[in-house]
């Protein structure tokens, strides 16, 4: 039985920026291939819950190889994308430019697709925050459907 979604996202204004590429490029060290959120669409005053997107490409890095002729984002990105909307929500919510390491997922489940082309929702909602580490539970969803969702541990390093 699928989950529900950690928050009502009916109301929000999907063509809202919340927080800026630039913004998440600052508040993230992640460049290049290896930056998988684009910007922030919504987020609470409190920073304990937010709306990022990843608009997935066909000239990704993954493409050609996974999986040749039927391309599906691997789901390490998915974990990615929502790591780094997570890390962007509790500096957001710190005020401090420490390094933050990824050390956990637990209870992921997939429970569908994402292909080149789709917009992919990243959404988050804190579940802890300590001066030093926080969890967060974490969905992706596509046209509506929840295609992933994970809880995230990150802590400064």
């Known amino acids: 039985m699928p989950s529900e979604l950690l928050f009502d996202i009916s109301t929000l ?93 637990d209870d992921t489940t997939f429970r569908g697709q994402v292909v080149p082309g789709d917009t992919f929702y990243l959404m988050v909602k804190e579940i802890s925050f300590k001066k030093r580490r926080f969890i967060s539970a974490t969905q992706g969803v596509v046209d509506g459907k929840l295609v992933f969702e994970s809880r995230i541990t990150g802590m400064v390093i």
């Open 13 to 105: 204004d999907f063509s809202n920026v919340a927080v800026s590429a630039e913004e998440v490029g600052r508040l993230n060290p992640q460049a290049g291939d290896m930056r998988h959120l684009d910007h922030l669409i919504w987020k609470n005053d409190e920073n304990t819950m937010a709306l990022g997107v990843k608009y997935v490409r066909d000239d990704e890095f993954w493409v050609p190889g996974h999986i040749p002729g039927r391309p599906l984002l691997p789901g390490v990105i998915m974990i990615e994308a929502a790591a780094q909307l997570s890390s962007v929500l509790y500096k957001l919510k710190s005020k401090e430019d420490r390094f933050l390491g990824f050390t956990r997922c």
